[in-house]
């Protein structure tokens, strides 16, 4: 495989920069940190410019807060400074990751996402008799820093560019030298290429019937159940040796019964909520309409926030569910 050089020159460069400024701020136009950071603009890009190139880069400045929606998270919201250097450096450098995803990794993509993860899996439920799941065990705090560096030194030969990567990687840890931060730009792209030298095994080794991969939330197909069993398990230590990483109770079942992926359970020729959705989704109508009533929101603000509600539930069987939460409110 190809491999890119003389990366840095092409982040540092000021249009890229400018773009990265406009990326960074979108919907934060009001936030202090953005004010200020708008109003000397030139000079503050001109210095991430001679930061990139000099190597001598401020990251590391993280706000951390807990999220519990729909399970407990630690987020770490760098810097506005740091989320436009964020940018900047993935606008130039995604693509080199795009070019070694397999097909069907759904994560951090263009023309991909959660939809088309869910129509894949649709159509795999109608195809085949039997799938797994598998769910890596708290996945970005387990991702190992020098198996994930390893790695980049595959895509990237700018010596410049590794090195920025390491000085971000390296900013945060759960242990020694092992975690990457929920919330950052870079991180995503590195967690969904941590798992690829996995995807290219299942696919181009195992040949399992198919796969599907959304981030850390994997589901296998066959039409054989043993062989799923046993492909699962190489799979498994497969990942265990190369990736350090382990797996929650893997699930194997028929795909008439369905199968719980990205907040739906699939079956073959039917979509649900699963019962975590269904719950939020409840929940969440409830809190909006009582924002709205009681003058928290505007009817601006709710409407953003209830369309994208609806758009999830209204992807499943949920027009009954619907009725009744619209119909009680």
Not at 176 to 189: A, D, F, H, K, M
Request: with cysteine; hydrophobic share 40%.
């Amino acid at each position: 495989m190809k491999r890119q050089g003389a990366l840095i020159e092409k982040i540092a460069e000021i249009d890229n920069l400018y773009l990265a400024w406009i990326k960074a701020k979108k919907g934060k136009q009001n936030k202090p940190s953005v004010v200020l950071f708008e109003q000397n603009i030139e000079h503050n890009l001109l210095s991430m410019q001679n930061d990139l190139l000099s190597g001598n880069i401020d990251v590391g400045n993280y706000n951390y807060f807990k999220i519990y929606d729909p399970k407990e998270r630690t987020i770490c919201a760098a810097s506005f400074p740091e989320r436009v250097l964020h940018h900047a450096i993935m606008a130039i450098c995604a693509n080199r990751f795009e070019k070694n995803l397999i097909d069907n990794t759904f994560a951090t993509r263009k023309n991909k996402g959660t939809y088309a993860a869910l129509d894949k899996a649709k159509k795999n439920a109608k195809k085949y008799k039997w799938v797994a799941k598998l769910d890596v065990k708290k996945y970005f705090d387990n991702i190992n820093h020098f198996i994930l560096n390893q790695n980049l030194t595959k895509l990237f030969k700018d010596p410049f560019v590794l090195s920025i990567f390491d000085k971000i990687i390296r900013t945060y840890e759960t242990k020694t030298e092992v975690g990457l931060p929920i919330g950052n730009l870079t991180s995503q792209y590195f967690a969904n290429y941590y798992l690829s030298k996995a995807d290219h095994y299942a696919q181009e080794h195992l040949k399992v019937g198919s796969y599907i991969r959304y981030m850390d939330d994997i589901l296998i197909f066959e039409n054989n159940k043993n062989d799923l069993q046993v492909k699962v398990q190489k799979f498994i230590n497969f990942v265990k040796k190369e990736l350090e990483l382990e797996f929650k109770p893997i699930i194997i079942t028929k795909t008439s019964k369905g199968v719980n992926f990205l907040g739906y359970k699939i079956y073959p020729y039917l979509v649900k909520l699963n019962k975590r959705s269904k719950k939020r989704f409840i929940e969440k109508f409830k809190e909006y309409e009582s924002n709205l009533k009681h003058g928290y929101w505007t009817q601006r603000e709710y409407q953003e926030h209830i369309l994208p509600l609806f758009a999830f539930v209204m992807y499943a069987d949920t027009l009954e569910l619907r009725k009744n939460i619209i119909g009680h409110s």
